[in-house]
């Protein structure tokens, strides 16, 4: 099975300062690492994923195996990030395609303060 | 990507009673999903839905309960039945456009669901 875990229910910041939310998984096999974030009044949308490497509205999350981690950061955080981020899994094939289902971890709401 | 509507957004209905939750995508998909969001809670996957066949559900779900159906490649409902004010949560529709390769999921705007 598997599990992830973000620690921080509540994170607060000040605007331009560094951001990071963390996250945490376990599970045996593959794994494929997401980020979702659902902005007020907005519906949950994806911000980014592992397999991509890219750096979307500044944020950035790298895959650590060996911490089973990924972490997202942005150095200088802006007041529209302010939102609910949630980290998900999703369980990949010896082949590479997914399962498909996601695993999400509790969410961390995040709130830049001007 | 894929656009979703999901209804109806929200609703208030009495114990003992049946809501049918609808998810159109506007596009043909691979996999359709339905997941419950209880208050203060994350995310909790309810069922897998296959067009053409019957659901598959994760642990702690059952088809008594949550019955879903999806006659197509755009189309699913989730029917919450024998409500109790312990359904009290949000329902989110997810599609799985492309190839599972393409491994991203794209979200209703989900129902919220009040039971008394």
């Known amino acids: 099975a598997q599990r992830v875990t973000q620690p921080e229910k509540l994170l607060s910041v000040f605007k331009g300062a560094p951001v990071e939310l963390k996250c945490n998984y376990s599970y045996s096999g593959s794994p494929e690492l997401f980020w979702y974030v659902q902005y007020s009044r907005q519906r949950l949308q994806l911000l980014l994923r592992h397999i991509s490497r890219e750096s979307i509205k500044g944020f950035t999350a790298d895959l650590n195996k060996g911490e089973t981690s990924f972490h997202l950061k942005k150095p200088f955080a802006q007041e529209e990030d302010s939102a609910m981020y949630y980290c998900a899994l999703s369980a990949l094939r010896a082949g590479g395609t997914s399962y498909g289902k996601l695993t999400f971890g509790q969410g961390t709401i995040l709130t830049v303060h001007p | 990507s894929a656009v979703i509507s999901q209804k109806p957004s929200r609703d208030i209905c009495q114990r003992g009673t049946s809501l049918t939750i609808q998810c159109q995508v506007d596009?043909?998909?691979?996999?359709m999903f339905w997941y419950r969001q209880q208050p203060g809670q994350s995310l909790t996957l309810i069922a897998t839905?296959?067009?053409?066949?019957?659901?598959?559900?994760e642990s702690g779900f059952v088809i008594d309960k949550f019955p879903i159906s999806r006659p197509n490649l755009t189309f699913s409902t989730l029917t919450v039945s024998n409500m109790s004010p312990e359904d009290s949560s949000i329902y989110l529709c997810?599609?799985?456009?492309?190839?599972?390769?393409?491994?991203?999921?794209?979200f209703g705007a989900g129902t919220r669901l009040s039971v008394l």
């Open positions: 596009s043909q998909v691979t996999m």
């Open positions: 839905a296959n067009q053409g066949s019957e659901a598959t559900y």
């Open positions: 997810s599609a799985l456009p492309g190839h599972l390769a393409k491994n991203i999921q794209y």
